[in-house]
């Protein structure tokens, strides 16, 4: 067997530091994220209208679509794919590059950044620890790729080109087609242009529509392979990596992301209930803990891989901050706490069809993030601390797409310091492989959580060097190795042949 463990490749290009240059190339789709990035895109045209504007032009579209989709799921050439770049370059002619750049943005905003797999994500960071030039080579087109580079990170990127004059699209590409050969003839310049040769280079692929480069490299390495890729992979010994933390919704996915539905529907119900008979929000914080921690968890398939329970022992009130990185968050962090807890967050989220209704039940204090005194925000705060109830808050301003931390704010280390209770901090690793920012479907998931040694007030010193030291010791934790923030179930996915 050819098949390899994650963990295992990503110790051997950790191995892989030679002196000569060394390039690792990536394919984009189906390597680094789940599908293709020209579904998206032509998805993204016809929504925003960028298309000639006539019905005919927006059904070859769909007709192409629908025939790649056929050809992926056959494991045929990606003949169909060539179709399509030519139908949609044809389509944009004379039409602003501007506006490709910004459907490009919005289609990887919109679709694409769900897709990324966190394993291809432990892979790039990998090569680059390694002192690897990272290179996506792709038959997509610029506008598709460089949102994804730019957030890995990627030094270079080799794709189709589309010709431009003036400013806007011809209708052609631009030869060669960077497929086929045409990687090949990229990978070479490359590899010249910095004194690297393509016997030392990496390259990973799915597609057997890459076999040229993936003979052509000293390191050929093949990932969710189709089964003519696989068959050459194994004849050839070549590694086999398959990625899971990403894929096609299934029959399983959306039943389990009903049932979840129904179950904070419930608890919504049952806090309503509470509220009506008079039971307190701690009362009726610990009926939701059981319904949606508990019952919630177990119906989307989350199994909680826990790291440092015994912080959670404390019966006192605490300051828990946690690392913001999907709408599952609250579930997750039920099921660890299983205590009276009261939430700080935006106020856009009292209007969430989903969550809102139930987060105004708990007591939730909603924060204005456009409000720059937040006097009155500190003071309910306080007042539920003082009154022996925990506080939950993300001290992130923003939410990152790849899960890396954000700048943390001095808020909860305030309260904390001003209460005179600790602060816990829940370190979340992979909660968005379960539901990515923006996803739809649940997909069940061993979701790593580790709790860090609690910060006590009297050995917190200025609040700003607490806030500083704990957003670097939460970098620390998931960033101590490229694969630690993927679950066991993904670390050792397959054995080492």
Not at 4 to 10: I, K, Q, S, T
Not at 18 to 29: E, I, K, P, S
Not at 100 to 108: D, H, K, P, S, T
Not at 216 to 241: C, H, T, Y
Request: contains cysteine.
């Amino acid at each position: 067997m050819s098949r390899v463990a994650l963990e295992n490749h990503l110790q051997r290009v950790a191995q892989d530091t030679g002196r000569r240059a060394t390039v690792a190339f990536f394919d984009l789709d189906r390597t680094l994220i789940a599908g293709y990035s020209i579904v998206a895109m032509a998805r993204e045209r016809i929504r925003s209208g960028l298309t000639r504007g006539d019905i005919k032009d927006s059904s070859a579209i769909l007709a192409a679509l629908l025939q790649q989709q056929r050809s992926t799921k056959s494991g045929e050439s990606r003949l169909a794919y060539h179709r399509l770049v030519k139908l949609l370059s044809k389509g944009l002619k004379g039409i602003s590059e501007d506006s490709m750049r910004r459907l490009g943005e919005q289609a990887y905003s919109n679709s694409i950044a769900r897709t990324l797999y966190s394993e291809a994500i432990a892979l790039v960071e990998a090569h680059r620890q390694a002192g690897h030039r990272l290179v996506i080579v792709t038959a997509a087109t610029r506008y598709q790729v460089d949102p994804i580079a730019r957030v890995l990170g990627v030094d270079e990127v080799c794709c189709t080109g589309l010709e431009v004059s003036d400013g806007r699209f011809t209708g052609q590409t631009l030869a060669p087609l960077c497929f086929g050969e045409g990687k090949v003839l990229a990978a070479r310049r490359v590899c010249k242009q910095h004194g690297a040769s393509l016997k030392g280079s990496w390259f990973y692929s799915d597609s057997s529509d890459d076999l040229p480069l993936l003979r052509a490299v000293g390191k050929p390495v093949a990932v969710n392979p189709s089964a003519k890729l696989a068959a050459q992979a194994e004849e050839r010994a070549w590694p086999q990596l398959q990625f899971a933390t990403r894929g096609n919704a299934s029959l399983e996915s959306v039943a389990r992301t009903l049932l979840t539905l129904q179950t904070v529907g419930t608890a919504t119900a049952v806090s309503a209930v509470g509220n009506r008979l008079g039971l307190t929000g701690g009362a009726r914080a610990s009926t939701l803990t059981r319904l949606l921690g508990d019952i919630g968890s177990g119906f989307a398939g989350l199994d909680i891989e826990l790291q440092g329970a015994e912080h959670l022992a404390m019966r006192e009130p605490a300051v828990f901050i946690f690392n913001h990185q999907s709408m599952l968050d609250a579930m997750v962090l039920a099921h660890v706490l299983k205590r009276d807890v009261v939430g700080i967050c935006k106020k856009e989220m009292a209007d969430n069809p989903l969550m809102g209704a139930l987060l105004r039940q708990v007591d939730t204090i909603f924060v204005d993030r456009e409000e720059t005194n937040q006097a009155a925000t500190l003071k309910k705060a306080l007042a539920v601390l003082r009154d022996q109830r925990s506080i939950l808050i993300a001290p992130e301003g923003t939410r990152s797409t790849l899960g890396e931390i954000q700048p943390f704010k001095h808020g909860a280390f305030y309260l904390a310091k001003k209460a005179s209770v600790p602060v816990v901090p829940i370190v979340l690793h992979n909660v968005k492989d379960a539901l990515p920012n923006g996803g739809l479907l649940i997909k069940p998931t061993t979701i790593r959580v580790t709790i860090m040694d609690p910060l006590h007030p009297a050995k917190m010193g200025g609040v700003r060097q607490a806030c500083e030291q704990m957003e670097q010791a939460y970098s620390r934790v998931l960033g101590a190795s490229p694969v630690a923030s993927l679950p066991a179930a993904y670390r050792n996915t397959a054995q080492a042949g």
